[in-house]
Nanobody, 127 residues
């Protein structure tokens, strides 16, 4: 059974930082491109960031550019999302997702392009 397992998340004050991680079981993560998505109550799931299989290509939503950083450690079979300068509007359930091939600038944030999904983790930014 292919699984993506997420760690991190929680409650943080505005301006704070959190790091999310996404680990793969039963498959080698470097065979997959990874995207991070989020979904706030009453809103559609939106793409946050993406990293290619080699790590050489990354994409970010405009709303998180300069604040979030995606990275991967293929030796650890893990992808990270470092989130700094968090804002209340970043509050959402965050999901990692794996795609069997690299995506491009027009498709990285399309949910149905991904084959496997993590369980989701809540991030709440509030004072």
């Amino acid at each position: 059974q292919v699984q993506l397992v997420q760690f991190g998340g929680g409650l943080v004050q505005p301006g704070g930082s959190l790091r999310l991680s996404c680990e793969a079981s039963e498959f080698i993560l470097d065979s997959f491109a990874i995207g991070w998505f989020r979904q706030a109550p009453g809103k559609e799931r939106e793409g946050v960031s993406y990293i290619s299989r080699s790590g050489s290509t990354t994409y970010y939503a405009d709303s998180v550019k300069g604040r979030f950083t995606i990275s991967r450690d293929n030796a650890q079979n893990t992808v990270f999302l470092q989130m700094n300068s968090l804002k209340p509007e970043d509050t959402a359930v965050y999901y990692c997702a794996a795609a069997a091939g690299d995506l491009d600038g027009s498709t990285w944030d399309v949910p149905h392009k991904y084959d496997f999904w993590g369980q989701g983790t809540q991030v709440t930014v509030s004072s």
